[in-house]
């Protein structure tokens, strides 16, 4: 049976930050509803790991230095990630808000 290495384990999780951004937070506005719906229906099935990588691909899009060696190491081999030293979250939009909002909350009920 294939273990799966730290490697493999960022690779992954580099593959859920892309496909979150992309599919999530670049959809169009008249596909928001259907989109945070589809989320919703994910969120109960994402461990706590994943739903971390989550919360942290939108700090990600807006630049934000990560501290945790770990999250540096997925994010500095997004070709999109670039680190903003003006980072603030006053920029997050109000969809990236109510989607940090469902993370923390399935965070705390996630095994």
């Not at 030293?85 to 993370?103: A, H, M, P």
Request: charged share 30%; aromatic share 16%.
């Amino acid at each position: 049976m294939y273990e799966a290495g730290e490697e493999d384990v960022r690779w992954l999780f580099r593959k859920l930050a892309n496909s979150f951004r992309s599919e999530f937070l670049n959809c169009n506005e008249e596909y928001d509803m259907r989109m945070l719906s589809r989320f919703c229906e994910l969120l109960p099935a994402l461990t706590k790991s994943q739903l971390r990588i989550l919360r942290n691909t939108i700090y990600a899009v807006h630049g934000y230095k990560f501290k945790a060696a770990d999250l540096s190491e997925i994010f500095n081999e997004c070709e999109w990630y670039e680190i903003d030293r003006y980072f603030s979250e006053n920029r997050f939009t109000e969809k990236e808000r109510v989607y940090l909002t469902l993370i923390k909350q399935a965070e705390q009920i996630a095994k």
